[in-house]
């Protein structure tokens, strides 16, 4: 027997087992896994961190905080386990039921907090859960796997509700895309995680890559947006896919910007060393960030590009006109470097924004930091993303859950624009098959069709029509 084959017979049996529990019981394993991994939340943060090399531990113990705490408080009063939803007016009632085993890719750059927020999400609608850790992670998705596994082993779920593989191999990977048992694939990570995920054959949601323009208009509260941005951009030295990359703004109040930057621990760079970042930050053969910078910080940046940078300095600024491979700081990079371009008016920096999402970020979010309502509404019905958040920061906008009230989520789908199937930040409402049962109620519009259909007796239809309402 392959190891894939292994694997998913005992996802099988977890799965029966789980669709004989109910919302109470289901509800108590959910809890016990996310006290547990808020428990550990420090542990876990240091040693993604020192594995991984990326970011800062401090900004992970927030991570974890989110994936556990907010995550459970935004899923605990759901109902998840038989009928959820019934209307006796329209004889309606929808039952909830688990989608079977799912596959759940976990990134290199959220290791730990996607872990538990995709063990919460599965636990809660009864699916068990197999986990494909990033190879560079694979010892802390281990350690937040089994915290989570033992909680909910301890609370009644039953054996192998969570698995997770330690060196998975292409062969097993593409086994279990394509067995008949998998019910669905969560795919967070790369482009070619995705990709492949959505080309299984198997039901997926999957992400896309966040080229995040933040547009920062005259009428904004230039001191606060600043501020945004930085705690954006510097979270966890810019790992979250949903971090600002660019800032586009009006000649009319460039310089006020740039200067608040300055203010605020941000270095400009000059011309040369715009080039000498971009080369060390970004493969234009292969058209993507170079991993050597993602989640480093400023100073090791600057060490590795041979520039010299304040010590103090905090993120590092390059201005740009132009985008595409030929400027690599207008890609995606998660890393505290920020591209800035400079527009003459409003059409040409909305113009800019399209732009930027269309170079690897589109369908993912948009910024826009301005007190104007007309200015909002246009960016928003322009700009093809999902999410366009309003005087926030956008990782922590979009990740949601802190800032405003969307579900706090480590899968952020990003519609048709990144060929995804939905736009929305992916939770527990979207593990389950809904089955609907619809009792005999006459349908008005129905009704109203055929009483107009009778006056015009040229209808060919007429006969049929009638022969059917007889039946029914």
Not at 196 to 210: D, E, L, N, R, T
Not at 284 to 301: L, N, Y
Not at 338 to 357: G, M, N, P, Q, V
Not at 392 to 407: D, Q
């Amino acid at each position: 027997m392959s190891r894939a084959q292994e694997i998913m017979e005992k996802a099988v049996v977890a799965s029966s087992s789980f669709r004989t529990f109910d919302q109470k019981k289901t509800d108590e394993i959910v809890r016990a896994v996310y006290l547990a991994a808020l428990d550990q939340r420090v542990s876990l943060a240091k040693m993604a961190h020192e594995e991984t090399g990326m970011g800062v531990w401090q900004h992970k113990v927030i991570k974890n905080v989110i994936a556990s705490q907010l995550v459970y408080e935004d899923i605990r009063h759901q109902k998840t386990v038989g009928v959820i939803y019934e209307n006796p007016r329209n004889g309606i009632i929808e039952v909830a039921q688990p989608i079977g085993p799912i596959l759940g890719f976990i990134p290199v750059t959220n290791p730990t907090s996607t872990t538990i927020f995709k063990a919460l999400i599965c636990l809660k609608t009864r699916n068990p859960l197999i986990i494909s850790p990033h190879q560079a992670a694979r010892g802390c998705i281990k350690a937040a796997a089994e915290l989570c596994y033992r909680a909910a082993l301890e609370a009644g779920a039953p054996e192998n509700c969570l698995q997770w593989l330690d060196k998975p191999s292409p062969n097993t990977l593409d086994e279990l895309m394509g067995h008949s048992r998998l019910g669905f694939i969560l795919a967070t990570g790369t482009e070619s995680v995705v990709r492949k995920a959505s080309m299984s054959g198997k039901p997926a949601i999957g992400v896309g890559p966040g080229n995040v323009p933040a547009a920062v208009g005259v009428t904004a509260d230039l001191p606060y947006a600043v501020k945004c941005i930085i705690s954006s951009k510097t979270f966890d030295n810019g790992t979250v896919c949903a971090s600002e990359q660019a800032v586009v703004t009006r000649r009319v109040i460039a310089d006020q910007l740039l200067a608040e930057f300055q203010k605020q621990g941000a270095y400009i760079l000059n011309a040369e060393e715009v080039e000498k970042v971009g080369r060390i930050a970004y493969d234009q053969e292969r058209g993507m960030m170079t991993p050597t910078v993602v989640g480093q910080s400023v100073q090791h940046i600057a060490q590795a590009a041979g520039i010299e940078v304040p010590q103090d300095a905090i993120l590092l600024i390059g201005i740009l006109d132009k985008v595409g491979r030929a400027y690599p700081l207008s890609a995606e990079i998660l890393a505290p470097i920020l591209a800035f371009y400079i527009e003459e008016d409003f059409d040409a920096a909305i113009k800019r924004c399209s732009e930027i999402t269309r170079f690897g970020g589109q369908g993912h979010t948009a910024v826009i930091h301005s007190n104007s309502d007309e200015r909002i509404e246009y960016f928003s019905r322009t700009i093809n993303v999902s999410r366009i958040l309003v005087n926030i920061p956008s990782t922590f906008g979009a990740v949601g859950g802190t800032v405003n009230t969307l579900s706090p989520s480590f899968t952020l789908s990003c519609g048709s624009g990144a060929d995804n199937i939905t736009t929305d930040n992916i939770t527990a409402r979207h593990l389950l098959n809904i089955h609907r049962v619809t009792r005999r109620r006459p349908n008005s519009r129905w009704f109203n069709f055929h009483q107009d259909a009778y006056l015009d007796e040229s209808i060919e239809a007429l006969e049929i029509e009638r022969e059917f309402n007889k039946n029914f």
